[in-house]
């Protein structure tokens, strides 16, 4: 069974948006790495695709000034766990959510909120083999 991962610093986030509550994160592309051992870590495949992430009860704290946005890093945090620089596939969990992304000019997106859901739009196109 394959493993998944979106690689925060290799996606690009083009809108963030409140639609009843939720703030919903539209992402033209983004970066997923998928291996048969650790997503990210151990040898795989890279691949791009579109992808919607819903933040429930959503508090944005701060956005970026200008989109579409190239992403250099940032977490998520679910309860207790921390996940730099990655949102693991699939995605749909309750608790205490913080989500956190940074461009390379230094501008962040902070947005924290009660669930989080991501959707993968469309077909997933193949970029590259990885070797660590």
Do not use: C
């Amino acid at each position: 069974m394959k493993n998944r991962r979106i690689e925060i610093h290799d996606s690009k986030l083009d809108a963030v948006s409140i639609q009843e509550g939720d703030a919903v994160l539209h992402f033209p592309k983004v970066y997923i790495h998928e291996s048969t051992g650790t997503a990210g870590v151990d040898a795989g495949s890279g691949w791009v695709q579109e992808a919607v992430l819903r933040i429930s009860g959503a508090a944005v704290k701060k956005s970026f000034s200008k989109f579409p946005a190239e992403l250099l890093g940032g977490y998520l945090r679910i309860g207790e766990s921390l996940l730099k620089n990655e949102i693991p596939i699939p995605l749909n969990q309750i608790g205490v959510i913080e989500l956190r992304l940074e461009t390379w000019n230094d501008e962040i997106v902070l947005i924290s909120g009660g669930s989080v859901q991501l959707e993968l739009v469309g077909e997933p196109k193949y970029i590259e083999e990885f070797r660590p």
